[in-house]
Structures are given as structure tokens and as C-alpha cells.
T-cell receptor, first 111, second 116 residues
Framework: GNSVTQMEGPVTLSEEAFLTINCTYTATGYPSLFWYVQYPGEGLQLLLKATKADDKGSNKGFEATYRKETTSFHLEKGSVQVSDSAVYFCALDQGAQKLVFGQGTRLTINP | DTGVSQDPRHKITKRGQNVTFRCDPISEHNRLYWYRQTLGQGPEFLTYFQNEAQLEKSRLLSDRFSAERPKGSFSTLEIQRTEQGDSAMYLC??????????????FGPGTRLTVL
């Protein structure tokens, strides 16, 4: 079946550091891929998405590129801020927008 | 507030009791989803509706679980004879699904269920 695997957390970085959170997937066909973010005390929010191979999703300085050849959708940001501290979830659409999520990666940014 | 709302936000119950949760989607959205999230894991799909029709149920949704969306507006998720393993965060999401479109799902804050 379809599945998503994220790098183990938690991840702790200093402000202005470079961030990478790895995400790989297993799926039939070419699903849409997403990154969702959950800030403390809030609901899940869509951060970015990509709908086909080689697409790059971007938002708030975050980027992720849909890599079909490596079945990956790694999240990157060049310079993180304290306000980026949250839990990040990689997800795929297995049809009719039914999402399959990874286990989440907790990110803490220290000033 | 025009986002997805869920009620209650927290529910503590004793094993064997029945519980019901409510989700109010964004008003013009035709699709509504239920997910379950246990501690340290990502959300898992349970079921979804297009308007009032329940189109799919996950194998995770045992016979003790039932969901409805009368009139295609709000939805309820009922768990009968709760078990400790039902303790989780229950998330609702809604979206506007257009022909061939893949619109964004908007999530509610969730209902945290604790079964003692």
C-alpha cells in the first residue's frame, strides 16, 4: 500500500541554520505530495504541495521538490527562525484527497 | 471564524461508554474527512463524505465506529463501547472538490479522546 517515511525527530537547530527534513514515499502511480505543519496549540496547516514530478512547492521560505526517481519530497529552508518551531508532516494523496501521512518530525529552533 | 470547528475539544470517558464528536466544515466545502492521530504518529484516514454520501471507510474504522453527514453539512463521529485503544486525537478536515481538481484540505483543531 501507499506509505510515507520521514526522518526521525526531534530536530534541534540554531536560528539561521539550514534545514532539511527527509521524506520518502511508496505509492502506485504519481500522487500529489504535501508538507503540513502543526504549530503548538494549532491545527494542521498546508505548508506546500507538488502535484507532479519535478514540481517544486514553496511557501514561507520552505521548498520541496517532487523527485520521482528517488521517490522523495525533502523539505528545505535556507535560514530557519524560532517561529518555525513546529511539527512537520509529509503526506501523499492516495486518491480523492485521502491523505497518507508520515509520522511527523518535531523541529525546535533555538535563538 | 470561517474555519473548520470541532466539538468538544476534549473528551474523557470510561471504557464501555459511547461518545459522539461533531465537526462543522467550512460552509461551501463538499468533502469532509475524518482522521485519527495517536501520540507521536501522523494522522490516519478513517472515512470521508462527498456531500451527504459516505464514499469510503478505512479498515481502521471498526463496527463500533459510525459517521454521518446529514444534509451534507456538519458531520458526527460516534464510537460505541469505547476501548482504551480508542484514545487519540480525532481530526476533521474539509475541502472543495471540483471536477479534476485537488483542492486543499483545511483541518480543524481536533477532539482529544481519553478512555479510562
Amino acid at each position: 500500500g501507499n506509505s510515507v517515511t520521514q526522518m526521525e525527530g526531534p530536530v534541534t537547530l540554531s536560528e539561521e541554520a539550514f534545514l532539511t527534513i527527509n521524506c520518502t514515499y511508496t505509492a502506485t502511480g504519481y500522487p500529489s505530495l504535501f508538507w503540513y505543519v502543526q504549530y503548538p496549540g494549532e491545527g494542521l496547516q498546508l505548508l506546500l504541495k507538488a502535484t507532479k514530478a519535478d514540481d517544486k512547492g514553496s511557501n514561507k521560505g520552505f521548498e520541496a521538490t517532487y523527485r520521482k526517481e528517488t521517490t522523495s519530497f525533502h523539505l528545505e529552508k535556507g535560514s530557519v527562525q524560532v517561529s518555525d518551531s513546529a511539527v512537520y508532516f509529509c503526506a501523499l494523496d492516495q486518491g480523492a484527497q485521502k491523505l497518507v501521512f508520515g509520522q511527523g518530525t518535531r523541529l525546535t529552533i533555538n535563538p | 471564524d470561517t474555519g473548520v470547528s470541532q466539538d468538544p475539544r476534549h473528551k474523557i470517558t470510561k471504557r464501555g461508554q459511547n461518545v459522539t464528536f461533531r465537526c462543522d466544515p467550512i460552509s461551501e466545502h463538499n468533502r469532509l474527512y475524518w482522521y485519527r492521530q495517536t501520540l507521536g504518529q501522523g494522522p490516519e484516514f478513517l472515512t470521508y463524505f462527498q456531500n451527504e454520501a459516505q464514499l469510503e471507510k478505512s479498515r481502521l474504522l471498526s463496527d463500533r465506529f459510525s459517521a454521518e453527514r446529514p444534509k451534507g453539512s456538519f458531520s458526527t463521529l460516534e464510537i460505541q463501547r469505547t476501548e482504551q485503544g480508542d484514545s487519540a486525537m480525532y481530526l476533521c478536515a474539509s475541502s472543495l472538490a471540483l471536477m479534476g481538481g485537488r483542492d486543499e484540505q483545511f483541518f480543524g483543531p481536533g477532539t482529544r479522546l481519553t478512555v479510562l
